[in-house]
């Protein structure tokens, strides 16, 4: 299947690790200019765009920067003029080291507004950046990658949670504000569980709960939930917005 991206300038946010680097890699499989973006792995964010084959550009994006966005929009536009698919991947986890047996009502102000902030208006305030791009040539998708947590809950998601689900409300009201003005989709990936190259103690220590849940009896690997993502992202995907899809081997 043909589908459509190659010249296409295509944002990742969050592409040096996880889901997001498979992501990445999709989509310049397919011919797209992929942007990575990263916050504080420069590096592997670097050693990605050596691996992937095609045109890229690596640049900084910190969803709890209010200028963050609006200077990234810029140097992708002078880099490639154009900005067609948004993916919003990058993620705020909050505390480095999670405390399970604290209630969510203890957790610190600090803490939990930052989750829910940065999470939240990192990826509104980016899809509000990237929308004019998108409307001048009456073409554009958007994705962004939530959580099952957002729907199926989980002990000390409280605040991920809810932010990951406030994605779901801004996406399906974007799918009609934008519809009208051209073939601009938005919709949101619900990842489960994933292995990735990042978390191989953990899928090792925890995969087993969750694979003996799915119906296919295992877990999904990042490079099988992106490829969710980058069909979504393109020409290929020609009526699917509005939409929160799971894409979790069943779970």
Request: aromatic fraction near 6%; charge should be neutral; hydrophobic fraction near 45%.
């Given at each position: 299947m043909d589908l459509g991206l190659t010249g296409r300038t295509v944002i990742v946010t969050g592409a040096s690790g996880g889901i997001g680097r498979e992501i990445a890699r999709g989509f310049a499989a397919e011919g797209a200019d992929v942007v990575l973006t990263y916050h504080q792995a420069h590096a592997g964010a670097e050693l990605l765009a050596k691996e992937i084959d095609g045109r890229s550009l690596v640049a900084p994006y910190a969803l709890d920067d209010e200028g963050s966005a609006r200077g990234l929009?810029?140097?992708?536009?002078?880099?490639?003029?154009?900005?067609?698919?948004?993916?919003?991947?990058?993620?705020?986890?909050?505390?480095?080291?999670?405390?399970?047996?604290?209630?969510?009502?203890?957790?610190?102000?600090?803490?939990?507004?930052?989750?829910?902030?940065?999470?939240?208006?990192?990826?509104?305030?980016?899809?509000?950046?990237?929308?004019?791009?998108?409307?001048?040539?009456?073409?554009?998708?958007?994705?962004?990658?939530?959580?099952s947590v957002a729907v199926d809950g989980m002990p000390g998601g409280e605040y991920y949670g809810a932010a990951k689900a406030a994605l779901h409300g801004f996406s399906r009201s974007v799918a009609f504000g934008l519809g009208k003005d051209g073939d601009i989709l938005s919709n949101v990936v619900m990842p489960g569980f994933t292995r990735t190259e990042t978390n191989v103690a953990m899928a090792e220590q925890w995969g087993g709960h969750y694979s003996a849940r799915a119906p296919i009896g295992r877990l999904l690997d990042a490079a099988e939930v992106a490829n969710a993502v980058v069909y979504l992202g393109s020409t290929a995907n020609t009526g699917i917005t509005g939409q929160a899809i799971k894409v979790t081997g069943g779970v």
């Open positions: 929009v810029e140097t992708v536009l002078e880099w490639s003029g154009r900005i067609d698919v948004l993916v919003n991947n990058a993620v705020h986890w909050g505390a480095a080291e999670p405390e399970p047996n604290l209630p969510f009502e203890a957790v610190p102000d600090e803490r939990w507004q930052k989750v829910v902030r940065a999470n939240v208006e990192g990826a509104l305030r980016l899809s509000r950046a990237v929308v004019p791009s998108m409307r001048e040539r009456r073409w554009g998708r958007m994705v962004h990658v939530s959580s």
